[in-house]
């Protein structure tokens, strides 16, 4: 029997849930209070808990908690920031939003995160801060960035957007660094039902500046000490993540067990397969690379089996861009990722026999 594999299904984690997340929602509603309430005091709490950090601070967005992290830190025009040149345009834009320049620098052929043995070349009177992305769930070597960040008195900001809960010697994404931006994007491993995004740091005085800014610049109502913004995550969001983040480790497990099945079981030369860890990496996205990218995309298309592309066009060589000169080029192993990576299903609930499905159409290739 032909049956479609979908590039993401939510509709199996949340039938688990779905009882809690209605109940938590019409607290809410019963509670008519949807602004800083409790339900997000409660979630900033015990997310900074899980992740190893003093604090917490919900906001809207994924980009809002990286923009709002860089404000809090002083970044501003003249200023630049190190990124890798393989992310989501999210990384970069934080950067511009504060008027500084983002300085892109290649990643890594194994890991695909930012290498740190490009970064102390592109460092100049003018960097401020480097902002290393755990890219598809993968940690970046934080370690090595963090010598490099200490020598020169550099703020490391880590972009985690795609890493709840990834974990290397006893600490999680978001503890890494000086302070780290995560996302909630529904299809993010911890997914909220609409946008919201958080900062956690360990930084007091960091923590006090940035939740001022995402609160139009205030603490005390009418009083404003900064021109800020208005990045509030809402209490359904934080409600729905509360009860998410209870199964966080057991969803990170599951998708590990896809990714070593997809790891044991696909075996065809014409495709490069992540590489396998089994701590610092959750999964948000298993890609392969194959130099007939397209092609493969569409005879899995053909089998019923739906795939992304993760990033078609690197961020340098965004029109978006252009004035900061890139060329193509400029970043080899980026750009060969670009080229090549696809992104084949990976989510919660999957079945045995829907894995074995996408193994052995991307076997057959």
Request: aromatic share 10%; hydrophobic share 40%; charged share 25%.
């Amino acid at each position: 029997m032909e049956f479609m594999i979908p590039y993401i299904n939510l509709e199996r984690m949340h039938k688990r849930i779905k009882g809690e997340m209605e109940s938590a929602i019409n607290q809410v509603i019963d509670a008519e209070w949807y602004i800083l309430g409790n339900e997000l005091e409660l979630f900033e709490k015990e997310y900074a808990a899980y992740c190893g950090t003093e604090y917490c601070i919900g906001v809207g967005n994924g980009l809002d908690a990286l923009h709002i992290i860089l404000e809090a830190c002083g970044i501003g025009a003249g200023d630049e920031v190190i990124v890798p040149a393989d992310t989501f345009i999210a990384t970069p834009l934080a950067v511009s939003y504060c008027g500084a320049t983002p300085v892109f620098v290649d990643v890594l052929e194994d890991t695909y995160n930012l290498n740190p043995a490009l970064v102390e070349q592109k460092i100049t009177k003018n960097t401020k801060a480097i902002m290393p992305v755990h890219l598809y769930g993968r940690l970046a070597d934080v370690q090595a960035i963090r010598d490099i960040a200490n020598s020169y008195s550099l703020k490391i900001i880590e972009d985690a957007a795609q890493a709840h809960g990834a974990i290397i010697d006893g600490k999680r994404a978001g503890a890494l660094g000086d302070a780290a931006g995560f996302s909630f994007y529904p299809g993010k491993n911890l997914g909220a039902l609409g946008d919201a995004g958080a900062i956690v740091t360990s930084d007091k005085d960091l923590y006090e500046k940035a939740k001022a800014l995402r609160n139009y610049g205030s603490n005390i109502k009418y009083h404003h000490i900064y021109k800020g913004f208005n990045s509030r995550m809402d209490e359904l969001q934080a409600a729905v993540l509360r009860v998410k983040l209870r199964y966080l480790d057991d969803w990170s497990q599951e998708r590990r067990k896809i990714a070593k099945y997809y790891l044991e079981n696909i075996h065809n030369d014409r495709i490069k397969l992540p590489q396998y860890s089994d701590i610092d990496n959750v999964w948000h996205v298993f890609s392969v690379f194959c130099e007939e990218r397209d092609s493969l995309q569409n005879y899995l298309k053909q089998c019923e089996i739906m795939t992304q592309t993760h990033y078609p066009i690197p961020v340098h060589l965004q029109e978006a861009y252009v004035e900061l000169g890139y060329k193509k080029g400029d970043f080899p192993v980026a750009e060969n990722i670009a080229d090549t990576e696809l992104s084949l299903p990976i989510w919660c609930g999957m079945t045995e026999m829907e894995m074995d499905k996408v193994v052995q159409a991307v076997n057959a290739f």
